[in-house]
């Protein structure tokens, strides 16, 4: 008989073949199973990129927050300023009754040849435009008062930080803030107190100034009644009182004085003290180089005249 092939357990039986197409696998010789090829890995080229930051989106909200509140602030500062005008408007003077001022009578006493000897009184010159004043006159009052009156609404807030840095510089009241509009208003309309109350009404009254009458009308008006020390209103009876002639003709060194007094008119008037009225005329004399109205050589001049 043919031998048998031994089998795997030792036992004499046939030695079984795999399928082939069946459902089984075959096993590699040696006892090991087949595995799968694993892919080979990708090289890496680098570090993987951070996700961009949304910074347009983070911009755009950043500046629609403050479009946002800088919009609420100006409207409640709207209303806050709408809610002030009303507060104190209500009681506002009428604009129709200009006030005058309660002038005394005037009494000039003259020697045989028409020399004034003394005079009692208050005394109002004449009514003058701006157009018949020399301009060296109404350069001195602006460059002294309000260097900006052709140029602000009648309220300048420039003015009004340049006078509170000088105080403050200063350590005391050196320069007020109030243009020639705003004094015009308390000349006609309102009382010499001073209080918030009026200085709001006098900023309420100097733009409706502005915006009735024209700016030679408004300066006009002022240098017309202005108090000028001595029982003078106005820049034509201060001249006739101090120099003995019209405004029209008062010099430079004269125009430098008459807008010395219009910060403190009884302390500077030349009536009560000529020395100190020719010291008030300097540094008006050189507000007007820096305002760029007058020359220093000029100023120089002007300064070494005698009233």
Known sequence: MPARSRSRSGGTGPRKTPRLGGTGRARPAGGLRATRPKPAAKPRTGTAKPRP?????????????IAKWSFLAALWLMVMAVGT??????????VRQIAEPDLR??????????????????????????????????DAVLAIE???????????????GRALWRNLSAGGVRQGGSTITQQLAKILFLSPERTLRRKVQEAILAFWLEATYSKDEILAGYLNRV?????????????????????????????????????APSRYSPAASPERAL????????????????????????EQAAL
């Open 146 to 160: 309000d260097r900006r009156f052709y140029a602000h609404p009648g309220v300048d807030p420039i003015g009004i």
């Open 85 to 94: 005008v009303v507060y104190f408007a209500h009681d506002l003077p009428d």
């Open 279 to 302: 010291a008030r005329g300097d540094p008006v004399l050189q507000a007007m180089v820096d305002a760029g109205s007058l020359t220093p050589a000029a100023a120089a001049a002007a």
């Open 227 to 263: 108090y000028l020390g001595s029982g003078t209103y106005g820049m034509d009876a201060a001249a006739r009182a101090y120099f003995g002639r019209s405004a029209q003709e008062v010099s430079l060194r004269q125009a430098s004085v008459l807008a010395g007094l219009l910060r």
């Open 53 to 65: 930051r949304p910074q347009r989106r983070r911009r755009r909200s950043v500046a629609g927050r």
């Open 105 to 138: 009578p005037t009494l000039v006493i003259q020697d045989r040849q028409g020399q004034s000897l003394a005079r009692y009184g208050d005394l109002r010159g004449e009514t003058l435009p701006v157009d018949a004043l020399p301009p060296h006159l109404i």
